[in-house]
């Protein structure tokens, strides 16, 4: 028995509109995430048993095992880094007090650790940190 005029609907889910709402949501949060901005300057920092966090400093000096000096992340020679220091502004903050904080590669020279200290010193800096990474092994 043949059924004149009879038609069989089939539905259909349109998913455009769905992959550009999650396209959209996936741009969103791309944007309006905050990454952590880590210097791009890499070495190997010495290990120690008693390291502790410490104040983020504004100033960062770090010393890598090739013998480049950076400031923040800025090359530098140590003449130019006393003429830094010498016209940095700390602020309110007497420089005394002022935290810089000074990252030095495990092979880094004393000597160089040294001409740094001298430079900090004469430029009236004295509240210095030395990073470290903490040794789990005690």
Known sequence: MKTKGCR??????????MIDIV???????LVSTTFAQL?????????SSTAEGGQTAS???TASAEGELWLNEELV??????LALSEFDTGEIPSKEYP????????VTNGT????????????????NLR?????SK
């Open 8 to 17: 069989v609907r089939t539905s259909q889910i349109d998913l455009i509109p």
């Open 23 to 29: 396209f959209q949501l996936i741009l969103f949060f």
């Open 39 to 47: 210097p791009g300057i890499s070495v190997n920092l010495p290990d």
């Open 59 to 61: 100033l960062i000096i």
């Open 77 to 82: 020679t140590i003449e130019q880094l006393d």
């Open 100 to 107: 810089i904080q000074l990252e030095a590669d495990s092979l």
């Open 113 to 128: 650790i040294v001409k740094i200290f001298d430079v900090l010193r004469k430029n009236g800096f004295a509240a210095v």
């Open 132 to 136: 470290t990474r903490e040794n789990n």
